[in-house]
């Protein structure tokens, strides 16, 4: 199984703990937040603060980084078999679920703090699992069910 970590780069350290747990448990996973693969990492606030006080969302889409990341981050969603959205995550992770379902992949959406009352979405609906266990998506992502 080949699974592609979305999430905040808040979360850098949940994300560096899950990739690791995988990765002990033979998963191939593409961390987004881990250079040492060769891929290109990237935060917009890798953006000197003085060039970022000057962009819009049309300028930022134009900046050679942005664009890297984003053919990055593209071909890893087309490589993986499943998506592992990490909460809590904003709208670059969602945009990457619906692409990663678009695709037919695996979308799982994991809470590692807890399920959250009134957070939701109308298109969760088509995660193949949401939860708050990790066993779980363990399970899922090792042998394709649910504990």
Same mark, same amino acid.
């Given at each position: ?36 693969n ?24 134009q900046?050679?980084r942005?664009v &890297? ?5 593209? /071909?890893?969603?087309?490589?993986? $078999? *499943?998506?592992?959205? %990490?909460?809590?995550c ?28 009134g &957070?939701?979405?109308?298109m969760?609906? /088509?995660?193949?699992?949401?939860? $708050? *266990?990790w066993?779980? %998506?363990?399970s ?6 649910r504990?």
């Amino acid at each position: 199984m080949k699974v592609y970590l979305a999430s905040s780069w808040k979360n850098i350290v949940m994300v560096r703990k899950v990739a690791e747990d995988l990765r002990k448990k033979d998963i191939e996973v593409e961390d987004f937040t881990d250079p040492s693969n060769g891929h290109h990492t990237f935060c917009w606030q890798d953006i000197e603060p003085s060039v970022r006080a000057h962009l819009n969302t049309k300028t930022f889409v134009q900046d050679h980084r942005t664009v &890297e990341a984003y053919f990055e981050d593209i /071909g890893r969603i087309e490589w993986c $078999d *499943a998506l592992l959205m %990490i909460m809590p995550c904003a709208k670059s992770s969602h945009i990457e679920f619906g692409y990663a379902k678009a695709l037919g992949k695996k979308c799982l959406i994991y809470y590692p703090g807890g399920l959250v009352q009134g &957070e939701f979405e109308t298109m969760y609906v /088509g995660a193949t699992l949401i939860t $708050d *266990a990790w066993d779980e %998506i363990v399970s899922y992502l090792r042998w394709g069910y649910r504990t």
